[in-house]
């Protein structure tokens, strides 16, 4: 069965200090990896996404994010947490090839607190 | 620039009765999923329409249905709702050209449903 493993529920970094949300996939194929931000009562906000191509992808907000084929990670990042980066997190990996599959499935997201 | 709108925000109902939810994709965008976020899960894919019809749909029964307009709008209808059915119903817009498509999918704020 296809799915995203997020196996911290939550990471506590310090103001200032670098911080990594962990995400990996069992899905067949070479699918497309994507990051969303929630706020609370609010919608699901687009970060980035890996397609192809460099690793290393950068999206908003100062995020970026490092792909490894061979551990099947996509690993969220940020050089210097801030405050209003407290909200959860979610994983999301699209099938892609082989067969019909337009669906995101999400991993169980993570909640990131940022300590001032 | 409008997002993806979805109405109502809020939604009281008791179980056994019937609920529509109500979305309009972001501006450009021809296709739209439905997703069901249960508290503190990831979400979870009900279906998706392109082209007013529904293309794929997740591991949800029957009573989950939907349509799409030919403005591109989009109604998600729950019927016999269970207290189980109590979640952030969330609608996302992309304009997929197919099954290579890499775009994004942008999702609204959701609709909260509470089934008693």
């Known amino acids: 069965a296809q799915s995203v493993a997020q196996p911290e529920d939550q990471v506590n970094v310090a103001e200032g200090n670098p911080l990594t949300v962990k995400c990996t996939y069992s899905?067949?194929?070479?699918?497309?990896l994507f990051w969303y931000v929630q706020y609370p009562n609010r919608g699901l906000q687009f970060l980035l996404k890996y397609i192809t191509g460099d690793n290393l992808v950068k999206g908003s907000y100062g995020f970026e994010a490092e792909f490894n084929k061979s551990q099947t990670s996509f690993h969220l990042k940020k050089p210097s947490a801030l405050v209003s980066d407290s909200a959860l997190y979610f994983c999301?990996?699209?099938?892609?090839?082989?067969?019909?599959?337009?669906?995101?499935?999400w991993g169980a997201g993570t909640k990131l607190i940022i300590k001032p | 620039d409008a997002g993806v709108t979805q109405s109502p925000t809020h939604l009281i109902k008791t179980r056994g009765q019937q609920v529509t939810l109500r979305c309009s994709p972001k501006s450009g965008h021809d296709t739209v999923s439905w997703y069901q976020q249960a508290l503190g899960q990831g979400p979870q894919f009900i279906f998706q329409?392109?082209?007013?019809?529904?293309?794929q749909r997740g591991n949800f029964p029957d009573r989950f249905s939907g349509h799409q307009f030919p403005n591109y709008s989009s109604e998600l209808n729950v019927n016999a709702l269970l207290l189980g059915d109590s979640a952030l119903y969330l609608c996302a817009s992309s304009l997929e050209a197919g099954l290579t498509s890499t775009d994004t999918q942008y999702f609204g704020p959701g609709t909260r449903l509470t089934v008693l």
């Open positions: 999301a990996v699209r099938p892609h090839g082989g067969y019909s599959n337009y669906q995101l499935i």
């Open positions: 329409y392109y082209e007013e019809e529904e293309r």
């Open positions: 899905v067949s194929g070479n699918p497309y």
